[in-house]
């Protein structure tokens, strides 16, 4: 655990003065309401792995989360949210940066994947950290008077790249795996939130910025046998029983920012860093469904890419409001500092969407790239992926093939209709390109070890992004459960062969 003194009162109450005054001379920006003299606070919850339908108010009828959809209905709920990358690391990355994991070279889970005889091309060398030049969440906001705290799960960086260094007043790890109990679950959700709570204490009286990361729901997990039975009805038990759980915690937090009249001036987001896992991993045959999503977690098609997002913030954002505007969650700091008027931030790959937030202005028009070229856990390649409108292409780079999907008539990505729309795959797959060089993405190089009997084996023979495990038989199951005992085992290169690899 990483801690600092609490901020003097004095020096914050003479930043706010003077970025009060700052306020009033510059206004508030289009689609915000009126500054006040204090700013609003800012909580902002980051979940693990949670799928685009885990929560009943995206439609999953087998999970209960009464809080969330309160929420919900209080403020605006996203349904075409995306991440930065569909892997926790650099999601996490453009959250607290505001740029592309790829500009970053941080481009998969931290440390990685090791390479393995099955891949047709090496991944690049990664870097370990965001390192301590870029200018994350905090700093953008403690010039206005902010006391911030980074809670939960980083993994953005090790010793000597945490929270603290990266200019957060007040960190807290807690603890990833925990034993279920009255009072805990299995991720150390209610010590996270209590912690969070500790901090909106001692800092009421001023403007504070928590970022709550919790390691739910991620694998492994586990709840209390009654929870379970609960929950017998859901299509995982045991993870209905920790969506629940994480659904309580949100609940504690929320009720206590009424209980200290902090709710009408807070905005508090809800998201994921991912979408869910949908394949066996770890200990669990069986995790979630984004269905009616092609994939998920590792994956640049929807079901890996689209994360829920909620956004309640009391007369500045519409109560009730569903939002189908695509954003991306590099978005984050520029739409923060606009619905806190405060200055909009420079050379960042994320724009503010606070427009199409607060009802006021239309969302940002642009495509959306994504740059992926690793090998993963889930099954997924080296692949980049552009959403163009309700067009989408998908490039894999280690077959030269890509894929087209039209959304607004094919939501679960089921019909590749590259051949028929050649122009328009040339294009995107341009802009890809030219998008790739301009932010200097790492790029990938063969791999002259690869066994190809094992690379079809397990990428081509079983293709896991067309597993839908909501309507797969016994049979499929089965498969899949082989198909993950061969990702498992597959044997590590020789670190000679790699000497020359390109970064």
């Known amino acids: 655990m990483n801690t600092t003194p609490r901020i003097p009162a004095t020096a914050i109450r003479s930043t706010l003065a003077a970025a009060a005054a700052a306020l009033a001379l510059c206004g508030a920006p289009d689609g915000v309401r009126a500054a006040e003299a204090r700013p609003p606070n800012i909580v902002f919850i980051l979940c693990d792995d949670l799928g685009i339908n885990d929560l009943a108010c995206y439609g999953r009828s087998d999970h209960r989360t009464p809080n969330l959809d309160r929420l919900a209905a209080q403020g605006a709920r996203f349904t075409s949210a995306y991440c930065a990358q569909p892997i ?116 009421k009286d001023r403007p504070f910025l928590v970022y709550l990361a919790h390691n739910t729901p991620h694998i492994p997990y586990a709840a209390l046998p009654e929870q379970i039975a609960k929950n017998a009805k859901a299509f995982e038990p045991v993870y209905a029983s920790v969506i629940e759980t994480l659904d309580d915690t949100v609940g504690r937090l929320l009720a206590r920012l009424d ?41 640049a098609y929807e079901g890996g890419l689209r994360i829920p997002l909620i956004v309640r ?33 420079t050379g960042l790959d994320g724009v503010s969407f606070a427009g199409v937030l607060t009802g006021r202005g239309p969302a940002p028009q642009r495509r959306l790239f994504w740059h992926f070229p690793h090998y993963t856990n889930q099954g997924s390649r080296p692949h980049g992926a552009v959403r163009d409108g309700t067009w989408t ?34 294009a995107l797959r341009a802009a890809l390109a030219a998008w790739r060089v301009a932010v200097g993405a790492q790029t990938n190089t063969p791999n002259a070890a690869v066994d190809e009997a094992l690379y079809r084996s397990l990428y081509v023979d079983v ?9 797969a038989g016994d049979a499929e199951w089965a498969r899949m459960q082989e198909w993950r005992k061969g990702m498992n085992s597959a044997p590590p290169v020789n670190p000679q062969q790699k000497k020359n690899r390109k970064r």
């Open 313 to 345: 913030w009391p007369g500045g954002v519409p109560a009730g409001t569903t939002i189908d505007a695509p954003v991306v969650n590099t978005d984050w700091i520029p739409t923060l500092l606009d619905l806190a008027g405060l200055p909009a931030p």
């Open 259 to 299: 209980a200290l009249k902090l709710a009408d001036n807070t905005i508090v987001v809800f998201t994921s860093d991912n979408g869910g896992l949908h394949v066996p991993e770890g200990p669990h045959p069986r995790i979630t469904h984004n269905t009616p999503f092609r994939a998920g977690k590792g994956y």
């Open 393 to 426: 292409l998908v490039e894999y780079y280690d077959a030269d093939v890509c894929e087209l999907y039209d959304l607004s008539a094919d939501i679960g990505e089921a019909r590749n209709v590259a051949k028929d729309h050649p122009d328009r795959v040339a």
């Open 88 to 203: 926790c690391s650099p999601s996490r990355a453009a959250i607290l940066t505001g740029k592309t994991p790829a500009r970053l070279h941080l481009t998969t889970f931290l440390p990685g994947r090791p390479d393995r005889l099955s891949q047709r091309l090496l991944h690049p060398e990664i870097r370990m950290q965001v390192g301590l030049e870029e200018k994350m969440l905090p700093r953008y906001f403690k010039p206005a008077g902010y006391a911030t705290a980074a809670l939960g799960k980083w993994h953005v960086g090790g010793k000597e790249f945490g929270p603290v260094e990266h200019g957060f007043d007040f960190a807290e790890g807690g603890q990833a795996r925990t034993v279920p109990s009255a009072t805990e679950g299995s991720k150390g959700e209610y010590e996270l939130t209590a912690a969070a709570i500790r901090f909106i204490e001692e800092n």
């Open 463 to 471: 293709d896991a992004s067309r597993f839908d495990p909501a309507r």
